[in-house]
Each structure stands twice: as structure tokens, then as C-alpha cells.
Antibody
Framework: EVQLVESGGGLVQPGGSLRLSCAASGFTFSDYEMNWVRQAPGKGLEWISYIYSSGSAKYYADSVKGRFTVSRDNAKNSLYLQMNSLRADDTAVYYC?????????????WGQGTLVTVSS | DIVMTQTPLSTAVTLGQPASISCRSSQSLVHSDGGTYLSWLHQRPGQPPRLLIYKISNRFSGVPDRFSGSGAGTDFTLKISRVEAEDVGVFYCTQAIQYPYTFGQGTKLEIK
């Protein structure tokens, strides 16, 4: 079964750091571009980061640029999001999503999400 | 950034009746490769989003044929021919032609 499972969320104080992980299974992870998308409580979807299949290209939303870093380990079938200098408005459910070039870069597989709460 | 504007933001539909959602992008979503990088997602309450439609009108695997997408350039529409109870939730259009990828505000569908 094709699956993405996020982990690493939790409660963190403003200014703190957290590292999210996304474990992929059921497909050849190294063939796919990956993204992180977040959703604040009761709000819509916000794309925050992209990484190329090899990891050679990365893009970020302005809202997280300079604070968040996306990475991947294809040998471990895993995607990561290192989040530093966290703020209250980073509170959200964070999803990893697979991007498929053949589907005009649509996000065809999503994880269940992991909740990050930034609060003192 | 490309702004995606959906209308309506909410709609209540009687079971078995049709529904329609519009999405307008602030720039053309037509890529130099000829493809249009517009897709539709559906998010049921408490669930992650799931892909419904890609490339304007192509239904993703397992998506019922009561869902259809249409449009071109900057104006797109998602139609549900006969709404079923499982269709409740929020529908999003999204573009993947340019970073940052962006989503519409979402259209909440409820059963009347």
C-alpha cells in the first residue's frame, strides 16, 4: 500500500525547534518530488516547501524561508522538515504530500498529518 | 504569487442534486509543455486532503464519475452531478505551475 506517515509534531515554545519526519512506503521514494503543506486550525491549506527527488532543488514559502529546512534521505525513504525559530502562527497540522510530474505536478498521496502547536 | 479565488465559499446542496464550484487564477496556468497545472482536492472533516481531479479534467484513480472538471487558462469549474453524503467537506483548487504553489480558500459543501 502506498503510504506516507508523518511524525515529530508536538507542543513547543515560541522560538523553539522541531523536526518533522515523513516515512514513505509502497513506492520508490527516490523517484518522486515531495512537498510539505500545512493547515492552521480551522483554516485552509498552505504550501510551505518542495524538494526534488534527488534533493538537489528546494523551494520554500516566504512565511518559512530562512527558518525551515526541507531534506530527504532516499536510502531511508524519508522526508524531513527542520523547523527553527517557531512562532505562534506556525501552529498547524503539517502534511507531507507526493507530487507526480505525470499528473501535472498534482499531489496524489497525502499523509495523515502531524500537529505542531507553538505556545508558551 | 498566483492567487486562486474560489466561489462560492460555502454551499448547501440537497442529496442527489448537482453542485458547482468555480476557481479563478490570477495568472494563466498553462505551462510551456501545453499542460494546465490545475487540480482539485477534497478534504472530509478530520481527514487529509485527497486528489480528485488533475490537469483540469482528469479524474484521479478511484474518483467517482459524478465528479468532473472543466475550464481553461484562468477559469475552472468543478461539478458534482449528484451530491452524495460522502461529498461533505471542503474542496480546494490548487496550482502547480509556479512557486509558491497556492490553493484556493476552499469551498465548504454541506448537505441541505
Amino acid at each position: 500500500e502506498v503510504q506516507l506517515v508523518e511524525s515529530g509534531g508536538g507542543l513547543v515554545q515560541p522560538g523553539g525547534s522541531l523536526r518533522l519526519s515523513c516515512a514513505a512506503s509502497g513506492f520508490t521514494f527516490s523517484d518522486y518530488e515531495m512537498n510539505w503543506v500545512r493547515q492552521a486550525p480551522g483554516k485552509g491549506l498552505e504550501w510551505i516547501s518542495y524538494i526534488y527527488s534527488s534533493g538537489s532543488a528546494k523551494y520554500y514559502a516566504d512565511s518559512v524561508k530562512g527558518r525551515f529546512t526541507v531534506s530527504r534521505d532516499n536510502a531511508k525513504n524519508s522526508l524531513y522538515l527542520q523547523m527553527n525559530s517557531l512562532r505562534a502562527d506556525d501552529t498547524a497540522v503539517y502534511y507531507c504530500a507526493r507530487e507526480v510530474v505525470q499528473l501535472t505536478d498534482a499531489f496524489d498521496i497525502w499523509g495523515q498529518g502531524t500537529l505542531v502547536t507553538v505556545s508558551s | 504569487d498566483i492567487v486562486m479565488t474560489q466561489t462560492p465559499l460555502s454551499t448547501a446542496v440537497t442529496l442527489g442534486q448537482p453542485a458547482s464550484i468555480s476557481c479563478r487564477s490570477s495568472q494563466s496556468l498553462v505551462h510551456s509543455d501545453g499542460g494546465t497545472y490545475l487540480s482539485w482536492l477534497h478534504q472530509r472533516p478530520g481527514q487529509p486532503p485527497r486528489l480528485l481531479i488533475y490537469k483540469i479534467s482528469n479524474r484521479f484513480s478511484g474518483v467517482p464519475d459524478r465528479f468532473s472538471g472543466s475550464g481553461a487558462g484562468t477559469d475552472f469549474t468543478l461539478k458534482i452531478s449528484r451530491v452524495e453524503a460522502e461529498d461533505v467537506g471542503v474542496f480546494y483548487c490548487t496550482q502547480a505551475i509556479q512557486y509558491p504553489y497556492t490553493f484556493g480558500q476552499g469551498t465548504k459543501l454541506e448537505i441541505k
